[in-house]
């Protein structure tokens, strides 16, 4: 006979709402006035000839793009759970974050290969217009960093924020550029200014795409070892013999999620047992919502056919 226990918290998922509404007006703000000048960036690079403002309204292109893909996100993420999606749409942003992290590698790709062939043959710079451009797409972009930066530290909006930052760095890169044009007069400051912010965006990019993959392969939660979860509950919750069958995961960019099975002494309560386990998971490993099978006698999938089993059990979140 084997007892089931699913701990739902209520109050997160209120708070996660809330939030959700604050991120979801801080990302829009920062989506429409990243929009607007980079029509004005892209312009001012086909007229001046320069490639780091090229690059800098490309990487505009793409924040406007990903700015809309992260805030579809937040809205979609807002949504509570039904028959088809059980642990709600906290996903949605993870798919956003990867997806905007892969769109910045390929960006950061072109626009080195674009800076070589530069390099070996310079292109004329208009300086003048070229800084005065440069100059307001910073302004714009440390708004649009702003914004996002109160909109909380979840993958989604940190992919986001990596977009505004890739601009804001290839803002500092034009008016740099634009600059030394207009004291020396060398031409190939621009292409090469280019592929510095590449190589920086190009960084940060790998690891939120890194980082949204570990997440959609359901990979354990940084800082979190499922033999350790084990060990700990033997150790520290009283009438437990023995934990296994441990698999953590996160839903969203925030929320772990775990699985475990728990076999217990013959005179241990198994409802105490529970509360306290689920206790433990919350205040030692910040995991809210658990999924927990105690087992009197022996586990029911110890046979060789269940072995390697890794399904989740179903759960309504």
């Not at 960093?145 to 890169?173: I, K, W």
């Not at 034009?174 to 600059?179: H, P, Q």
């Not at 929320?255 to 998971?281: G, P, Q, S």
């Given at each position: 006979?084997?007892?089931?226990?699913?701990?739902?918290?209520?109050?997160?998922?209120?708070?996660?709402?809330?939030?959700?509404?604050?991120?979801?007006?801080?990302?829009?703000?920062?989506?429409?006035?990243?929009?607007?000048?980079?029509?004005?960036?892209?312009?001012?690079?086909?007229?001046?000839?320069?490639?780091?403002?090229?690059?800098?309204?490309?990487?505009?292109?793409?924040?406007?793009?990903?700015?809309?893909?992260?805030?579809?996100?937040?809205?979609?993420?807002?949504?509570?759970?039904?028959?088809?999606?059980?642990?709600?749409?906290?996903?949605?942003?993870?798919?956003?974050?990867?997806?905007?992290?892969?769109?910045?590698?390929?960006?950061?790709?072109?626009?080195?290969?674009?800076?070589?062939?530069?390099?070996?043959?310079?292109?004329?710079?208009?300086?003048?217009?070229?800084?005065?451009?440069?100059?307001?797409?910073?302004?714009?972009?440390?708004?649009?960093?702003?914004?996002?930066?109160?909109?909380?530290?979840?993958?989604?909006?940190?992919?986001?924020?990596?977009?505004?930052?890739?601009?804001?760095?290839?803002?500092?890169?034009?008016?740099?550029?634009?600059?030394?044009?207009?004291?020396?007069?060398?031409?190939?400051?621009?292409?090469?200014?280019?592929?510095?912010?590449?190589?920086?965006?190009?960084?940060?990019?790998?690891?939120?795409?890194?980082?949204?993959?570990?997440?959609?392969?359901?990979?354990?939660?940084?800082?979190?070892?499922?033999?350790?979860?084990?060990?700990?509950?033997?150790?520290?919750?009283?009438?437990?013999?023995?934990?296994?069958?441990?698999?953590?995961?996160?839903?969203?960019?925030?929320?772990?999620?775990?699985?475990?099975?728990?076999?217990?002494?013959?005179?241990?309560?198994?409802?105490?047992?529970?509360?306290?386990?689920?206790?433990?998971?919350?205040?030692?490993?910040?995991?809210?919502?658990?999924?927990?099978?105690?087992?009197?006698?022996?586990?029911?999938?110890?046979?060789?056919?269940?072995?390697h089993d890794h399904d989740h059990p179903h759960e309504h979140a």
């Amino acid at each position: 006979m084997s007892a089931h226990s699913h701990d739902h918290d209520h109050g997160h998922d209120h708070g996660h709402h809330h939030h959700g509404e604050t991120s979801e007006t801080r990302v829009a703000f920062a989506m429409w006035i990243t929009a607007g000048f980079m029509i004005i960036e892209a312009f001012g690079g086909w007229w001046s000839g320069s490639l780091a403002l090229i690059a800098d309204a490309g990487h505009m292109l793409t924040d406007t793009g990903a700015l809309a893909l992260a805030w579809a996100a937040v809205r979609f993420a807002r949504r509570p759970a039904d028959g088809k999606h059980s642990y709600g749409y906290e996903r949605a942003e993870i798919l956003a974050a990867f997806l905007n992290g892969a769109a910045m590698i390929a960006l950061s790709v072109w626009i080195v290969v674009e800076a070589v062939m530069r390099v070996s043959h310079p292109v004329d710079v208009m300086a003048t217009p070229m800084l005065w451009v440069a100059a307001g797409g910073l302004v714009v972009n440390i708004a649009s960093f702003m914004a996002l930066h109160g909109a909380g530290d979840g993958l989604n909006t940190r992919g986001a924020a990596l977009h505004v930052l890739g601009d804001m760095l290839g803002s500092v890169a034009a008016i740099t550029a634009a600059a030394i044009i207009m004291l020396t007069g060398w031409m190939p400051i621009d292409p090469i200014l280019s592929v510095l912010v590449a190589a920086l965006i190009l960084r940060s990019a790998w690891n939120v795409t890194r980082d949204a993959a570990h997440i959609l392969m359901e990979g354990t939660p940084t800082g979190l070892d499922n033999a350790d979860i084990a060990q700990d509950l033997i150790a520290n919750v009283k009438g437990v013999t023995d934990i296994h069958h441990v698999h953590t995961w996160t839903l969203g960019s925030m929320r772990k999620v775990a699985t475990l099975h728990a076999r217990l002494d013959a005179d241990t309560n198994a409802d105490t047992a529970l509360t306290a386990i689920k206790a433990r998971l919350t205040s030692q490993f910040g995991i809210g919502h658990a999924t927990i099978q105690i087992e009197p006698g022996s586990c029911p999938d110890a046979s060789p056919d269940h072995a390697h089993d890794h399904d989740h059990p179903h759960e309504h979140a």
